[in-house]
């Protein structure tokens, strides 16, 4: 079973940065994409940033030229950079990766495209 743990969360100011990562264990084969999600209260898990496995990367609207995903491949890890931070960022923040193409770059940030998850890392952004 596929294991997916955020860490990185925390509180800042508005226009402060944060660096989220999650460490992926328990996998035969290599994902074809990570992503990262955020839910903030009262509304849909979104998604916001994704990396197929050519590195190929997109982002959302609400965070394109601020936030950077990247991935440590050797290490099986996955970042979040994230600057100039908005109160409107506050959310639950969770990584996710599709498992189910190895050796592709399929890539789809789309909730249902997912196929393992984290348990989420709290961010609060104030204003």
């Known amino acids: 079973q596929v294991q997916l743990v955020e860490s990185g969360g925390g509180s800042e100011p508005s226009g402060g940065s944060l660096r989220l990562s999650c460490v992926a264990s328990?996998?035969?084969?290599?994902?074809?994409?990570m992503a990262w999600f955020r839910q903030a209260p009262g509304k849909e898990r979104e998604g916001v940033a994704t990396?197929?496995?050519?590195?190929?990367?997109s982002y959302s609207v609400s965070v394109q030229g601020r936030f950077t995903i990247s991935q440590n491949n050797a290490k099986n890890i996955l970042f979040l950079q994230m600057n100039s931070l908005k109160p409107d960022d506050t959310a639950v923040y969770y990584c996710?990766?599709?498992?189910?193409?190895?050796?592709?770059?399929?890539?789809?940030?789309?909730?249902?495209?997912?196929?393992?998850w984290g348990k989420g890392t709290q961010v609060t952004i104030s204003s």
């Open positions: 996710a990766g599709d498992f189910r193409f190895p050796g592709t770059a399929h890539c789809n940030v789309n909730y249902y495209a997912m196929n393992y």
């Open positions: 990396i197929g496995y050519d590195g190929r990367t």
């Open positions: 328990r996998y035969t084969n290599r994902p074809n994409c």
